[in-house]
């Protein structure tokens, strides 16, 4: 229970009362965040426990936090399918190593109406601890380079594309040149480094969630809407 469930597993509850987040399925274990009551979390996967709580979910907070809450404080609420969106290149070991990490590190997140998605934020820098590898990334208009966390960009321009099929409004960035899994129009390059980021806010009605998976030089983002 400590891996995140495949994507058609994803669920996605709110909070009936404010609580702790813990690191295991026990109340006895660490507290890695607080959550406040109408809080919307994304749901992984669950556990049958012999306490009085009996059956806990693992969660993302909405600050990116994943832990446990006992599931009688979770209200599990339901997802319409809203957009999809598929790029696909070449497969490369180190490229979908790092596609598959960010993707991992973004699905299940929870955008609230009037609230702005951040890859930078989200993401971060790529770096080898975080367990990105070398790969291709574009360094100027003729030049390219090994980095880690090359490849990160698919992952990115596939959200740009999803989220702009809901009718959502994206602030995104072309590369120096055009990539083959892409239109020019649907590239989001992101640098950590530069100050190149990634950015939409949620102006419809109701939440959304995001769902990815990547490999095999694909990558695929599913929108869905929270009732």
């Not at 609580?19 to 049958?48: G, Y």
């Not at 809450?69 to 190593?97: M, Q």
């Not at 020019?184 to 102006?203: H, L, P, Q």
Request: hydrophobic share 30%.
């Amino acid at each position: 229970y400590n891996k995140l469930v495949k994507m058609e597993d994803l669920r996605v509850g709110k909070v009936t009362t404010a609580l702790n987040l813990r690191s295991t399925p026990s109340t006895s274990s660490k507290v890695l965040d607080v959550l406040s009551e109408n809080d919307i979390v994304s749901v992984f996967s669950m556990q049958e426990t012999s306490d009085s709580y009996g059956t806990w979910y693992q969660v993302r907070s909405a600050n990116g936090k994943i832990g446990w809450v006992a599931s009688k404080y979770l209200k599990l609420s339901t997802l319409t399918h809203i957009s999809t969106a598929t790029t696909k290149t070449d497969p490369n070991t180190n490229r979908d190593n790092n596609i598959n990490i960010a993707s991992n590190t973004i699905i299940g997140t929870v955008i609230r109406p009037g609230k702005t998605f951040s890859w930078r934020k989200i993401i971060g820098s790529c770096t080898l601890e975080k367990g990105y590898l070398p790969a291709s990334t574009y360094t100027s208009e003729t030049t390219t380079e090994d980095r880690p966390g090359g490849g990160v960009c698919q992952v990115s321009t596939t959200i740009n594309i999803a989220v702009k099929r809901t009718g959502i409004k994206t602030e995104a960035t072309q590369h120096f040149r055009p990539v083959t899994y892409a239109n020019r129009e649907d590239e989001a390059t992101v640098s950590y480094s530069s100050g190149i980021d990634f950015s939409f806010t949620n102006t419809l009605d109701k939440p959304i969630v995001l769902e990815l998976v990547g490999g095999n030089g694909s990558c695929i983002c599913n929108v869905y809407e929270v009732n």
